[in-house]
């Protein structure tokens, strides 16, 4: 029992007496017939011993308008509306059924019979708003009043708004669902889940799509699903829709598509579109513009929503258009050929058709050339091979053409030249040493040795990789015409291999190769000692030159030495014209190496049969007489001519000669250390003699100058004694006078700074003591302030409080008002009365066991008895001992 609707003196688990409120019940159980019943108050049960209270007091379900809450098992009602008992008293239930109760007309709460269980409290009514609805779903067959319409177990149906829906036991809310907004320019799309009539009439199977288009809120049907909501594209005169057909259909321009059918929409046909559900979008499509100066080539053009395909359709601008499904460019957009004077084109016809512009029939492999100032757009059944320019050559500039026909190759200087449509630039090859001396200064890099084969093979890696080769990085024109400057005083042999004849060329001159022309290249010896094959050129200097070489030689008596020579040379060529003595400066491929061995071999022949000393001594003579050879006066010539290429030798220079065995070099080099020593000592001798003269005559002038040094120092030392005494006098009177003034003006700044420093100490007492006597003003007056503040707090608070409990003492009165607090004041009294009337008791006496009973009187309260008055002992009141009670 609740305590706060009971108001037993005794405990609700051993008291009897159950005072049940208004609009609260109890159930109560007869334990001898196990029948449960109801008990609705205001009321108060006494329990007998053979009952149960199982459930309460509990307070009655009381069920506000717009609100409803569902029984379960609820009990059976006749046509007037009562409870329907069974023969034992016990209600009669509709077990496992629910009871869907509303707000009553009277709004009065109910009680739950025995049996009935509140499966959903008291809940708010479901309101559904505008655009929205309720998707329900019947869970027993009944026929739906409001439709007029029977439904079926697993029927779905949508409850719109805006209203309040009202459940019923045979209906289960599914879900909410709430309009789709379909803006302009959108559309949503719509599923069915089975077959169906949508809101247009249609009939609908299960798994079909759909668009709706109109504008505003669309709230689909329970057996509709929104698949998505789909954007319109806005089509320009720049963008169209290439798509494609998923079904065969009807599209929304009343025409019959194929399935896999792709076509374009452009402007032309709307300015908005939404796909189909059976299109598919392959790509937005941009506008293709020509230009007056453009034109375009069209694969598999499309006539008649047909390709063709295989052929070719040629648009010239100016026109803007879209490229249809199946079409594409053959070279994206091309501009027209502007051709100058000095431009041309060379056309070849890939399909027989009539060339206008010509006036003749081309047949596919002939090749022309529209010659400009024009403007030209090739056809579909031709094709550019190459755009030509004039090549405008200076008197040293040249190309090499060669005609496709015969194959003849000719080369072109010194004028403006176009190919033809039969010619074209003829690419000359030359080898790669040829290229590499190319690029070199023959000057400059005359004397550069040649690599040989492996250290080539790793310069040309290490060139590929590091790419710091000239060769590598400069590369030449091969369809130009080869041009090689030769230097002054050089020459160059050319040798045609057609007509097989070779000329030589004469610096400074510039060579310019033909067709069949190639150099020749000359392979000289090098380094020191000369080793062949070091140095490659083309050019053959004339000299006047030289070239070093070390030879070995062994005199007589087996002294073998080493020596280092220079040559001095020089081609004589008396004539240049004279073709054969030109043709002689090339007879010799290493003139070099030549010379070097022939004037070798007449050295050793000649030191051979001479003593060591005799060639130490005279080395220049007989080396000189051995090549030079000797005249008839028995004189060294001044020359040594080489017949075979006209090589002249016109000095020899001897720069070093060295041993080559080791004690002859030895010996040598004592001899010549002996040599020196002499020398030396006899050069030392004489240095010696020539500075011990020299001392004698700086000692006699230093003691010279330091006698006249002393007689100076002694006439500055009698300035110096009389200027210390001078000094001395003026320092002392100085001193003195300078000591007194020091010492009055001493005294008097120490008096003047004592009376400053005496006048500020007192400034600063009477600052201190006028902001220590401030200080303490303004803190009394801060802490005066802060307590009367605080008392005002203080007093303030206290009679807020005293108000706000004087009102809360008056609201209390007022709430509980003067008739309860009457009842409450004699609640003690009447309580007793009406427990004694509940018993039964007709008449009593009370009294406590220390006072005797008066019986003078107990007949006429017998009297008073029948007539329902109850006597009761005034002391008995006050007493608060056991009390004694009779009943009659």
Known sequence: MNPSTSSTTASSSKSPVYRIPPYHYIHVLDQNTNVTRLEIGPKTFIKQDNETVTIGPEKMITVPPRHYCVVESPVVRNEAGEVVFDKNGQAKLIHADLDIRLAQPD??????????????????????????????????????????????????????????????????????????????????????????????????????????????????????TVVSVENAYVLTDKKALHLRALKTFTDDFGKERLNGEEWLVTHVDTETHTLNVYEQLVAVVDVITLTSRQYCVILDPVADGKPQLGKKKLVVGEKSFFLQPGEKLENGIQDVYILGEDEGVI????????????????????????RGPTEY???????????????????????????????????????????????????????????????????????????????????????????????????????????????????????????????????????????????????????????????????????PDFFTDVIVIETADHARLSLQLSYNWHFAVSDMTDEKEASKLFSVPDFVGDAAKAIASRIRGAVAGTQFDDFHKNSAHIIRSSVFGLDENKQVRSQFVFPQNNLVITSIDIQSVEPVDQRTRD???????????????????????????????????????????????????????????????????????????????????????????????????????????????????????FVREQNELEISKKGEMSRIETDKFKFQVEAIGPATIQAIATSGPDTQVKLLQALGIQSMLVTDGNSPINLMGFGQGLLGGLNGNTHRNPRASTSSNRYHVEEN
């Not at 042999?493 to 060579?511: C, H, N, S």
Request: hydrophobic share 35%; glycine share 6%; charged share 30%.
């Open 107 to 224: 709004q009065a709460p109910f009680p739950l019979y025995p049996g009935e269980v509140l499966r959903q409290p008291v809940t708010p009514l479901k309101v559904v708003p505008a655009n929205s609805a309720l998707r329900l779903k019947a869970v027993l067959d009944f026929d739906d009043e409001t439709a007029k319409e029977q439904r079926k177990a697993g029927d779905e149906w949508l409850f719109e708004g805006p209203a309040t829906y009202i459940p019923r036991k045979e209906v289960s809310v599914e879900e909410q669902i709430r309009a789709t907004v379909i803006g302009s320019n959108q559309a949503i799309r719509l599923c069915a889940k089975k077959e169906i009539t949508d809101r247009t009439g249609q009939r609908r199977v299960t798994g079909e799509e759909w668009l709706v288009k109109k504008t505003g809120a669309y709230l689909p049907l329970a057996y509709e």
């Open 667 to 785: 010996a040598l080099q004592k001899s010549v250390q002996l040599a020196i020593e002499i020398t030396t000592n006899s050069q030392e001798a004489a240095a010696k003699h020539e500075a011990s003269r020299r001392e004698q005559e700086a000692k006699g002038l230093l003691e010279r100058q330091r006698i006249k040094d002393e007689a100076e120092a002694e006439d500055v030392r009698k300035s110096l004694l009389e200027l210390q005494a001078l000094s001395a006098a003026v320092e002392s009177t100085g001193q003195a006078k300078a000591e007194a003034q020091s010492r009055a003006e001493s005294h008097r700044i120490e008096g003047e700074a004592a009376v400053e420093q005496a006048r500020l100490k007192a400034e600063a007492t009477r600052i201190e003591a006028e902001a220590e006597l401030s200080r303490l003003k303004l803190a009394r007056e801060a802490e005066i302030k």
């Open 347 to 370: 056309i070849k016809c890939i399909e027989t058709f009539n060339d206008e512009q010509a006036g003749a029939t081309r047949n596919p492999g002939d090749r022309w050339m529209i």
């Open 377 to 543: 757009i090739p056809p579909t059944q031709v094709e550019v091979v190459t755009r030509q320019k004039a090549l405008p050559l200076d008197e040293n500039e040249g190309i090499y053409v060669r005609d496709i026909k015969t194959g003849r190759v000719r080369a072109v200087i010194g004028e403006t030249y176009m190919l033809t449509h039969n010619e074209e630039l003829w690419q000359k090859e030359l080898p790669k040493q040829v290229e590499d001396l190319l690029t070199r200064d023959p000057l400059a890099e005359r004397n550069v040795p040649n690599r040989n084969q492996g250290a080539d093979k790793s310069q040309q890696s290490t060139t590929t990789s590091g790419g710091s080769s000239k060769s590598s990085t400069t590369k030449r024109d091969k369809s130009k015409l080869i041009t090689y400057r030769v230097p002054h005083n050089a020459c160059v042999q050319i040798y045609d291999y057609k007509a097989k004849k070779a000329r030589i060329v004469f610096g400074p001159e510039l060579v310019m190769l033909g067709p069949d022309e190639q150099f020749t290249l000359l392979s000289l010896s090098g380094t020191i000692p000369k080793k062949p094959n070091q140095i490659h050129t083309l050019c053959l200097l004339l000299g």
